[in-house]
């Protein structure tokens, strides 16, 4: 279920089923308390627990919104879309990281993505960043903070501070973006701020704190 829980001038929250019907009624104003909902979305939530393969592609700006993740990540996969301003709290204190989405493709671009809270623990049983697992085509990140990460795995898996794998045919611009964290994995890849690339990366104005390694 998603529900967009609205500010307190609202008589009462707007419920939505599924991400695809909230994006549409979001994208063509079909709602009558949108208006309103739109000018109080920093004091609001959107909640979504996943009933249904989900993947992304297009634009979205969520205006500050922050989105409240049930179980596990956003998106299965998001292909060839842009995402902005928007800020991601996972379940609980422990996280099974790829907040965003679990692959990407076709060229992705994240401006002023967060996550809502700092000192986040994230326990891995697979590929995974905070942001993003793995996937290939262009990747730009733009203006991202976290402080006291903790990205872990027991198993031999690749870990990354923002996103875990990238293959090739593609290229990964990072900026503006600060992260402080621990990474830590087995017998695999790990790095501060991706896991593993096979693609070209560049960084920018950033700047990577704390430990990357192996148990």
């Known amino acids: 279920v998603l529900a967009l829980a609205a500010a307190a001038c609202l008589v009462q929250a707007t419920t939505f089923y599924t991400y695809s019907d ?7 104003n079909e709602i009558g308390e949108l208006e309103d909902i739109r000018l109080s979305f920093q004091n609001s939530y ?3 627990k996943r009933f249904q393969r989900s993947y992304y592609s297009g634009t979205f700006d969520g ?37 965003l989405a679990q692959t990407f493709s076709g060229g992705v671009i994240l401006e002023g993505v967060q996550s809502r809270h700092n000192y986040i623990s994230i326990n891995a049983t697979s590929t995974a960043g905070l942001l993003l697992g793995s996937g290939s085509g262009d990747l730009v990140i733009s203006g991202f903070t976290i402080w006291g990460l903790e990205i872990n795995s027991d198993k031999d898996v690749t870990l990354g501070g923002l996103v875990g794998a990238v293959n090739s045919g593609g290229s990964v611009t990072i900026s503006d973006t600060t992260i402080e964290a621990k990474v830590t994995t087995g017998n695999k890849y790990c790095g501060g701020f991706v896991g593993v690339s096979y693609a070209p990366v560049r960084i920018y104005r950033s700047k990577f704190s704390g430990t990357v390694g192996h148990h």
């Open 63 to 99: 205006n500050g919104v922050t989105i409240y993740l049930q179980d596990g990540y956003l998106f299965e996969e998001i292909r060839g879309a842009t995402i902005k301003n928007v800020r991601l709290e996972a379940h609980g204190s422990q996280s099974p990281g790829n907040l």
């Open 46 to 48: 959107v909640s979504l």
């Open 22 to 28: 909230f994006k549409k009624a979001w994208d063509k």
